[in-house]
C-alpha cells in the first residue's frame, strides 16, 4: 500500500523549509535508514532518513522548492510492484514527523487480518549471521556486513541485502572518493547513557572519518613568535574610534585569518583541492574558521579574505560566530572555502594537529600563545611564542610545499606589516 | 446449520488449497476450504501421485524384463492392467482422504461445492457456494484465497473425446493398452506417459513443435533424456508441425512433419499435453479489481490479486505449474495475511522434475539462461559411470551437471538425469536457498556408497577437477 512521505520538522520551531535535493529518484528502491533527500532551513543541510522500506513512486515537491510545510506529502512510496498514484492520498492518520530529521508516514490499509506485521529481527551486535554467498560477495565488493541490515529467515544477511549495500549510493556531502564502511559498533554493557546522535553529529561523524580516512595527511609544526603582531594589535586597537560605524577591536585570531590569507597569496598552491583529474588551484582566498557550537562544531567562512581589511574580517568574524552560535549561518556561509583555521589558543593548549576539512587541502591549528625563553643571538631572551601545525593532503601538498607554507606564516606574522598594507 | 462467518476462505482444496487452509489453522485464522470435486486436487487425484504410482508399475515391468542382468529368470511375465489401475486409483483415494483428515484435525471447515466471489459485506468478502447450480452456503471471509488450479489446455482439432483422443484423466485410467500411441506435447507430462506407456510395451511416438524435447531442462540434459528414449524404442519427432487428424474406428490417422519429412502416422491413442491452462472461469472475478491475463490472476510477490482481501495462488496464478509452488505459495500468503514477515519465492529456488525413466530434476538455470543472463560460468559434470552404488544398481547411466557463477561462486542452477535424480535434487535447492557457495559444497562429506555421491563429484569437476573419472 502507498504511503505519504511527508516534509518533516528538523526542529521544534520549524515550519517550513526548503526541499535542497532529492538523493532518490523515482522508481529507486528504497531500505528504512536511506537517506532519500536534503532538507534545508534557515540553520542548516539536514538529511532525511527513510521511516520505511519500498520503491520511490513519486515525487511531489522538486528538488529546490522553498517554503515546503511541514507534515506537507513530498513523495510517495510504494510497494515493490505497486502501481503508484498519481497524487498523495489523504492519508488517514499521518503521524507527524518526529523532531528527529525522519520521515513519519501513515497509508490506508487494505482488509488485512493483520495483527501488526511482526518485524524481522534485527541482526544483533557481534556475530554476524549472513549466508556464505553474501559473505563472499561482501568480501568481494569491500562491504562491512556489520552494516548491512539482513532480509533473510530471521535476520540473515543474504545476497540481495549485500547487492542493495552495493547499489547505495554515497551520501549526499561525501566526495566522490568511495568511502570505507565504519566498523561495527562495539557492544557496550557497562552503566552508561546513550545520547541519541543528532544530525549535526552524524554529519561531523561522516565527513572526519571520510577525511580521516581517505586523505593521506602529514603535519608540518613551528613556532612563531607573536610579538610583533601583539604591538601592531595594541596600536591598530588603539586607533579605532571609542564608538560608531567605524569602531573596531581586533582580535589576535583576526591578525591571523589575514595573516593566513596573505600567506596563501604568497604561496597559493596550498589554497587548493585534489580531483581524481585534476588538482584545482582556487582564485579565491576564502577561510573557514572552525568555530565550537554547542552540538558540534561549524566552519563559517570569511570570503576573499586575502583583500579585505583587518577591521572588515573582524567585523565579520564576530557577526558570523555570534550567528554560528545562535545556529542561524546560511548553508552558504558555512559550505565551501578554500583554507580552515582551527585556533584553540583560548585554551592554552600547548599545540595540536587538526583534520582537514574535505575537500581543501590543508588546515591550520593554532594553540596558544605564551611567553616562553628564546634564544636570540647567542642570549636568552622572553618571547610571546605559539605553536602552529598545518595538517595537509599529501595528494596536494608535498612536505618542501608545507614547509614553505608555515615559514611564509611566520614571516607574516612575525613581520605584520603587510596584514595592513 | 453450518458456520459461515471465517476469517480465511480457500477456494479449491488441491495442493495449493489445502495446505494454505491448514498453515492458516495453525495460526488461530477460523479457516473454511471450499472444493468442487475431491480434495487434494488435481495432483492428488488426478495428477502427480496417480502418475506416480503408474510409472512405479511400469518400472517394475522394465525390471521384470531385464531379471537377467541380476542372475534371474522367470517366465511368462505379464501384467493385469486394469490392477495397475486400481492401485494407482486406491494410491490417489487413500491421499484424499488422508487430506479430509488433516483438516479435520486443524478444524477447518470443507465446503462441498463451487466457490465464487459474491460481493462485499463492508470489508468482508461474500463467497456463493453451490452444488450441482443449486446454492448451499453463503459465505463471509476477512480474506480469500483462491486456488482453483488448472486444466489441460485443448488443441483445436485434438479435443479429448474420451477413447480416441484422451487427456491425462483418460490416460491415467486405460482400460486396455494401446499397442500404438502418439503423444503431442514433450513437457513433464506428455513424457511421463510416453515413459509409462513404453515401458509397459505399448510403441510411443513423442511429437514436439520446439526444436527439443523437455524444452525447460539444461539442453544437454535433454539431449541425454532423447537419446535415452529412442534406445528404448520410442520415436521422437522434434520441430514438429502437425497435420490434420483422421478418425477411424478404433485408430487416428494424421500426418506429422518433422526434419523435411513428412511421416504419415496412424496410431490407436493419442494423448494430448500440450500445456494448462488456468481455471478463472466463473469465479465472479467480473468487476473486481482481480486482473486475467493469458487464463491466469495476476498477482505479487505475495498472491495479492489487487482486490482488497483476495489473494491467488498455485497454477491460478501462474508458473511454473507445480504442487510444491502451490503448497510454498500457500503458506507464505497465509502467513503474509497472518502478519508475518514472509519472503518472496525466487522461482530460481523452486525445483522441477520429471519421472520419466530415467528420471530428471533439476533447480536453477540452464547453462543457455546463466550466460544469456551475463554470467561467466563454471560448469561441472559428473557421469553415473564413474559412481559406484549407479553401477551396482544396474543405472549406470546418468549425468549431474553444475552451472556455478565462476566469480561468486554461487550454484546458478542443477541438473540430473539418471535412477533417483528426483529424490537427491533437495540437496542443490537447499544449497540455493541457503546461498551456499562451492566451498561449502566441496566441504560436504556424502555418504558412500551412494548415488548422491555424483552431486559432490560434480561440483568438484566446476573447479579442482573430479576424482573418479
Same mark, same amino acid.
Given at each position: ?131 556464505p554467498l553474501a559473505r563472499r560477495i561482501a568480501a568481494q565488493k569491500g562491504i562491512d556486513l556489520g552494516q548491512v541490515k539482513g532480509s533473510g529467515p530471521n535476520g540473515r544477511i543474504v545476497r540481495r541485502d549485500v547487492e542493495a549495500a552495493v547499489a547505495v549510493p554515497a551520501p549526499a556531502a561525501a566526495s566522490t572518493t568511495p568511502k570505507a564502511a565504519p566498523p561495527p559498533a562495539p557492544v557496550i554493557d557497562v552503566p552508561h547513557t546513550a545520547v541519541p546522535n543528532s544530525t549535526v553529529r552524524k554529519v561531523i561523524a561522516r565527513r572526519l572519518t ?79 574558521? $572552525? ?131 | ?116 466471489? $459474491? ?51 483418460? $490416460? ?49 540434459? @535433454? ?24 478418425? @477411424? ?89 497472518? @502478519? ?72 546458478? @542452477? ?51 577437477? $573430479?576424482?573418479?573419472?
Open positions: 500500500m502507498s504511503v505519504n512521505i511527508l516534509m518533516p520538522a528538523l526542529s521544534p520551531t520549524m515550519t517550513e523549509g526548503k526541499l535542497a535535493r532529492w538523493l532518490k529518484k523515482e522508481g529507486e528502491a528504497i531500505a528504512s535508514g536511506d537517506v532519500i533527500a536534503e532538507i534545508e532551513t534557515d540553520k542548516a543541510t539536514m538529511e532525511v532518513e527513510a521511516v520505511d522500506e519500498g520503491t520511490l513512486g513519486r515525487i511531489l515537491v522538486e528538488a529546490g522548492t522553498e517554503g515546503v510545510k511541514v507534515n506537507a506529502p513530498i513523495a510517495i512510496l510504494v510497494a515493490e510492484g505497486e502501481a503508484v498514484p498519481d497524487a498523495a492520498q489523504a492519508a488517514a492518520a499521518p503521524k507527524a514527523a518526529a523532531p528527529a530529521p525522519t520521515v513519519g508516514a501513515a497509508g490506508a490499509t487494505p482488509t488485512v487480518i493483520a495483527p501488526a506485521p511482526v518485524a524481522e529481527v534485527a541482526p544483533k551486535a557481534g556475530r554476524v549471521f549472513a549466508s571520510e577525511a580521516k580516512s581517505t586523505i593521506p595527511h602529514f603535519y608540518v609544526a613551528m613556532d612563531v613568535e607573536l610579538d610583533a603582531l601583539l604591538a601592531l594589535r595594541a596600536q591598530l586597537n588603539a586607533s579605532s574610534p571609542a564608538e560608531g560605524p567605524g569602531a573596531f577591536k581586533l582580535s589576535v585570531n583576526d591578525l591571523l585569518i589575514k595573516a593566513v590569507a596573505v600567506t596563501l597569496r604568497r604561496v597559493p598552491k596550498v589554497n587548493a583541492s585534489y580531483t581524481e583529474d585534476a588538482t584545482i588551484l582556487y582564485d579565491d582566498v576564502d577561510i573557514s574558521v $572552525a568555530v565550537s557550537v554547542p552540538d558540534g562544531l561549524i566552519t563559517p567562512i570569511i570570503r576573499n579574505a586575502d583583500r579585505k581589511s583587518l577591521s572588515q574580517i573582524s567585523n565579520e568574524a564576530k557577526e558570523l560566530i555570534a550567528r554560528a552560535r545562535a545556529g542561524k549561518l546560511k548553508p552558504q556561509e558555512f559550505q565551501g572555502g578554500s583554507f580552515s583555521i582551527s585556533n584553540m589558543g583560548m585554551y592554552g593548549v600547548k599545540e595540536f594537529s587538526a583534520i582537514i576539512n574535505p575537500p581543501q587541502a590543508a588546515i591550520l591549528a593554532i594553540a596558544a600563545g605564551e611567553k616562553r625563553a628564546v634564544v636570540k643571538g647567542d642570549a636568552l631572551a622572553i618571547a610571546t611564542v605559539m605553536t602552529v601545525t598545518l595538517s595537509v593532503d599529501h595528494r596536494v601538498v608535498d612536505g618542501a610545499l608545507a614547509a614553505e607554507w608555515v615559514a611564509a606564516f611566520r614571516s607574516v606574522v612575525e613581520s605584520p606589516l603587510s596584514l595592513v598594507v | 446449520m453450518n458456520k459461515t462467518e471465517f476469517d480465511l476462505v480457500v477456494v479449491g482444496g488441491g495442493p495449493g488449497g489445502y495446505v494454505a487452509a491448514i498453515r492458516a489453522a495453525q495460526l488461530g485464522l477460523q479457516t473454511a476450504v471450499v472444493e468442487a470435486n475431491h480434495l487434494g486436487g488435481i495432483c492428488l487425484n488426478w495428477g502427480c501421485i496417480p502418475t506416480k504410482a503408474l510409472l512405479r508399475a511400469s518400472e517394475i515391468n522394465h525390471l521384470l524384463h531385464h531379471l537377467g542382468e541380476f542372475g534371474f529368470a522367470a517366465d511368462n511375465v505379464r501384467f493385469d492392467l486394469q490392477k495397475v489401475v486400481k492401485r494407482s486409483r486406491q494410491v490417489a483415494g487413500q491421499l484424499s482422504s488422508g487430506v479430509g483428515h488433516l483438516l479435520k484435525k486443524n478444524k477447518v471447515t470443507v465446503f462441498d461445492g463451487f466457490g465464487a466471489l $459474491a460481493g462485499k459485506d463492508g470489508s468482508r468478502r461474500l463467497l456463493s457456494v453451490t452444488k450441482d447450480g443449486k446454492p448451499v452456503a453463503t459465505l463471509s471471509a476477512k480474506n480469500l484465497i483462491l486456488a482453483t488450479g488448472a486444466r489441460a489446455r485443448v488443441l483445436p482439432g485434438l479435443e479429448p473425446d474420451g477413447k480416441l483422443i484422451w487427456s491425462y484423466r483418460e $490416460a491415467m485410467v486405460p482400460t486396455e493398452l494401446p499397442k500404438r500411441l502418439l503423444v503431442i506435447g514433450s513437457g513433464a507430462i506428455g513424457i511421463e506417459f510416453a515413459s509409462f506407456y513404453r515401458n509397459m510395451g505399448a510403441e510411443v511416438t513423442v511429437v514436439e513443435v520446439l526444436d527439443r524435447i523437455l524444452p525447460v531442462e539444461d539442453e544437454e540434459i @535433454g539431449a541425454l533424456a532423447h537419446k535415452a528414449f529412442v534406445k528404448q524404442g520410442m520415436t521422437i519427432l522434434t520441430g514438429a508441425k502437425i497435420g490434420p487428424i483422421t478418425k @477411424g474406428a478404433d485408430n487416428v490417422s494424421l500426418s506429422v512433419e518433422a526434419g523435411g519429412k513428412t511421416h504419415a502416422l496412424t496410431v490407436d491413442r493419442v494423448i494430448s499435453a500440450v500445456g494448462i491452462v488456468g481455471n478463472v472461469e466463473k469465479l465472479g472475478l467480473e468487476g473486481t479489481a482481480v486482473t486475467v491475463d493469458r487464463t491466469h490472476v495476476k498477482v505479487d510477490a505475495k498472491c495479492f490479486t489487487g482486490e482488497p482481501g483476495v489473494y491467488a495462488i498455485g497454477d491460478l496464478a501462474g508458473p511454473p505449474w507445480l504442487a510444491h509452488k502451490a503448497s510454498h505459495e500457500g503458506v507464505m500468503c497465509v502467513e503474509a495475511i497472518a @502478519g508475518r514477515h514472509v519472503h518472496p519465492i525466487d522461482p530460481l529456488n523452486i525445483p522441477g522434475c520429471t519421472y520419466c525413466r530415467p528420471q530428471i530434476a533439476s533447480v536453477g538455470m540452464t547453462e543457455a539462461r546463466a550466460k544469456e543472463a551475463g554470467h561467466k560460468v563454471r560448469v561441472g559434470r559428473f557421469p553415473f559411470i564413474g559412481n559406484g552404488k549407479a553401477i551396482a544398481m544396474g543405472e549406470p547411466e546418468g549425468l549431474v551437471k553444475t552451472v556455478f557463477d565462476a566469480e561468486t561462486g554461487e550454484l546458478l @542452477g542443477a541438473h540430473m538425469i539418471g535412477a533417483e535424480v528426483t529424490e537427491m535434487i533437495q540437496g542443490y535447492v537447499i544449497a540455493r536457498t541457503s546461498e551456499l557457495t562451492e566451498a561449502e559444497l566441496k566441504e560436504t562429506v556424502f555418504p558412500h556408497p551412494t548415488i548422491s555421491e555424483a552431486m559432490h563429484e560434480a561440483v568438484l569437476a566446476a573447479y579442482d577437477g $573430479a576424482l573418479h573419472i
